[in-house]
Nanobody, 118 residues
Framework: QVQLVESGGGSVQPGGSLRVTCAASGFSTSGYCMGWFRQAPGKEREGVAFIDSAGTRSTADSVTGRFTISKDNIKNTLYLEMSSLKPEDTAMYYC?????????????RGRGTQVTVS
């Protein structure tokens, strides 16, 4: 059974840093594209960062230079390091996984972890 469990969210002041983690089970992260989405109240879900099975990374323009995605295939875990956080980064952050990055929006997804910047 595939499971994605996010952790590490919390409250932080503007300019601060936070790392969120996604523990995956039921599949091997080495063969999957994985990523982070976020959704703030009243707003659409936004793709934040992705890393494919080859390790190629991409980030949204709004977080480039501030957020870094990484994946540990031995621990089967995905990370998102966030720095220089802004109030507009406040959202529920979700981990996602799919065989292809093009399928991430409809692939496996965790329940999310809340990040609040204020």
């Amino acid at each position: 059974q595939v499971q994605l469990v996010e952790s590490g969210g919390g409250s932080v002041q503007p300019g601060g840093s936070l790392r969120v983690t996604c523990a995956a089970s039921g599949f091997s992260t080495s063969g999957y594209c994985m990523g982070w989405f976020r959704q703030a109240p009243g707003k659409e879900r936004e793709g934040v960062a992705f890393i494919d099975s080859a390790g190629t990374r991409s980030t949204a323009d709004s977080v480039t230079g501030r957020f870094t995605i990484s994946k540990d295939n031995i621990k089967n875990t995905l990370y998102l390091e966030m720095s220089s956080l802004k109030p507009e980064d406040t959202a529920m952050y979700y981990c996602a996984a799919d065989r292809l990055c093009t399928g991430l929006r409809s692939g496996y997804r965790g329940r999310g972890t809340q990040v609040t910047v204020s």
